[in-house]
């Protein structure tokens, strides 16, 4: 596609359970991340994956968040029994190469709504 | 540790009337710099980077940004606002192959 996508838009849950969040990037990207948006704050970084190499998880706030890049394509993101504090909208970008040098495109996001 | 702030949450202004947004940063080494903007129910998009080089950035949609470092400083600005640039506003800090922080983000809000 032209652009990053995200599925779901939307996702309800209740607390415990678990969900699963998609990331599309632009093909050929190598680099991607995964940022979380709670109400009125700014982006927080989870985690950024490069290529082939480990994958950097130093923002992810606990072990029930958890994600995986298949190669350079689909990446997924799962939180594990939801809290009340997992509501957000959570972003996924990528970039050609994994370096600040280069722009990050943006997905629409998707919403978590944990109930 | 690398941070940014941007002090105003909400600012109104005319439309046609010009426009600075603020944002500081925080960051041990030499900067890499970024204004992006977020529309309701869109993604992310970036309006312009600084990495070195001239500190007057130009941006899409006739943003423009100043590089100060002595007051660490990355002030966005646009001449005359438009209804469509009601938006939320992000500055981001970074540096060569860190990742990226951003700050709180200013809601634009324009009025007619």
């Known amino acids: 596609g032209a652009g990053v996508s995200q599925s779901p838009s939307n996702k309800v849950t209740e607390k415990g359970k678990d969900v699963e969040l998609r990331c599309d990037p632009i093909?050929?990207?190598?680099?991607l991340y995964w940022y979380r948006q709670r109400l009125g704050q700014g982006l927080e970084f989870l985690i950024y994956?490069?290529?082939?190499?480990?994958?950097?998880k130093s923002g992810l706030p606990s072990d029930r968040f958890s994600a995986e890049r298949t190669g350079e394509s689909v990446s997924t993101l799962t939180i594990q029994r939801t809290q009340q504090e997992d509501s957000a909208v959570y972003l996924c970008?990528?970039?050609?190469?994994?370096?600040?040098?280069?722009?990050?495109?943006f997905g629409p996001g998707t919403r978590l709504t944990v109930l | 540790a690398q941070s940014v702030t941007q002090p105003d949450i909400h600012i109104t202004v005319s439309e046609g009337a010009s426009l600075e947004l603020r944002c500081n940063y925080s960051?041990?080494?030499?900067?890499?710099l970024f204004w992006y903007v977020q529309s309701p129910g869109q993604g992310l998009q970036l309006l312009l980077k600084?990495?070195?080089?001239?500190?007057l950035v130009q941006g899409i949609k006739g943003f423009e940004a100043e590089f100060k470092r002595s007051q660490s400083s990355f002030n966005l600005r646009k001449p005359s606002v438009h209804w469509s640039d009601a938006a939320e506003y992000f500055c981001?800090?970074?540096?060569?192959?860190?990742?990226?922080?951003f700050g709180k983000g200013t809601m634009l809000l324009v009025s007619p």
């Open positions: 970008a990528s970039s050609l190469v994994p370096a600040s040098t280069d722009t990050q495109y």
């Open positions: 093909s050929g990207h190598t680099a």
């Open positions: 994956f490069q290529g082939n190499s480990a994958p950097d």
């Open positions: 960051y041990g080494a030499t900067p890499y």
């Open positions: 600084y990495f070195s080089g001239d500190t």
């Open positions: 981001a800090v970074g540096g060569r192959y860190s990742t990226l922080t």
